[in-house]
């Protein structure tokens, strides 16, 4: 593995995309200090340039060649969550490119927990900027052949680390200015971000920072999702009949049914694969309870919410 993850951090170096996997999702990564190296993220992916990237860094110690200054509650975010499925949102120092942070005073930085990635991060010895790695908007890659379907050769090198183990992105948390604000829920629940700073930590309506799966429709398959209360799922087959559709999670009388387990971080681990699956088996309609928006409900809850949304 380690020549591997030497050969990945060379093309790094040398301002190609190097895919690896992350607790979250897999991550399509590049120079973070490279202008060049950051728009083929933005040329392989169809993503909107003012759309910032996340900076991934090998320790929470390097957050300080990338932030102006970190501020006590990131401090105390890094100490609790570093490595983990959070992201800060800091200000960031002059020497920062625009290209990472779409044009704003702020970057966003994390420290993945997955031995992969920690192993390539610490090999190439700096910042990667990394999206999710597949089509902008569209399911994100949960293995590396989802990575190799959805994106193919436009990436130099696809590592593999298995399934992910958490499934959805990085809880998002806004300490450049004022109080903290959760910017998208995520792998670290908004009750243990909380217990962390001993204060409330509200979701941002209206964010002044612009953040990545923030647009009203993401992570969403080719089939029409239907994200609704529970109560609510047998109305939306009769609602979708004459049209291919199923049921994610329990079985319901004139729909095809795909598993999706009930309990949250089972189910978050889970949820894009099942998103993937609906496409793949050709449904037209995927119809999903919308958890409780508690715990990593929340996030499980947001992303739903984002699939369902109408399409531009």
Not at 20 to 48: C, H, M, N, Q, W
Request: proline share 8%.
């Amino acid at each position: 593995m380690r020549a591997i993850l030497e050969e990945a951090a060379a093309a790094l170096r040398a301002g190609r995309l190097v895919a690896f996997p992350t607790e979250t999702v897999y991550g399509l990564g590049a120079d973070a200090r490279s202008d060049a190296a950051v728009a083929r993220i933005f040329e392989a992916k169809g993503r909107p340039a003012d759309h910032p990237l996340i900076v991934h860094l090998p320790s929470a110690d390097a957050a300080e060649g990338w932030a102006r200054a970190l501020t006590q509650e990131a401090r105390a975010l890094l100490a609790a969550f570093a490595p983990g499925p959070l992201t800060v949102i800091v200000q960031k120092r002059d020497d920062v490119p625009a290209a990472v942070t779409g044009g704003q005073p702020t970057v966003g930085l994390r420290v993945p927990d997955h031995p992969v990635a920690l192993g390539l991060l610490e090999a190439f010895g700096d910042g990667v900027a990394a999206p999710s790695a597949n089509r902008f908007g569209s399911v994100s890659p949960t293995t590396a052949a989802h990575v190799a379907l959805e994106l193919g050769d436009r990436v130099e090198l696809i590592l593999d680390g298995g399934a992910c183990r958490v499934g959805v992105e990085s809880t998002i948390v806004d300490v450049s200015r004022g109080a903290p604000r959760i910017l998208r829920p995520g792998g670290v629940t908004r009750e243990a971000i909380e217990e962390c700073l001993g204060v409330p930590v509200p979701l941002a309506q209206d964010p002044s920072v612009r953040v990545p799966g923030s647009l009203a429709s993401h992570y969403a398959p080719r089939a029409e999702v239907r994200a609704v209360a529970r109560r609510d799922v047998e109305a939306e087959v009769r609602a979708a009949a004459g049209r291919r559709v199923v049921v994610l999670g329990p079985e319901v009388e004139g729909a095809a049914h795909l598993p999706l387990p009930e309990e949250p971080s089972a189910q978050a681990a889970r949820l894009y694969a099942a998103l993937r699956e609906v496409d793949a088996r050709g449904f037209e309609v995927a119809i999903v309870a919308l958890p409780e928006p508690r715990g990593l409900g929340l996030a499980i809850a947001d992303r739903l919410r984002r699939a369902a949304a109408p399409r531009g």
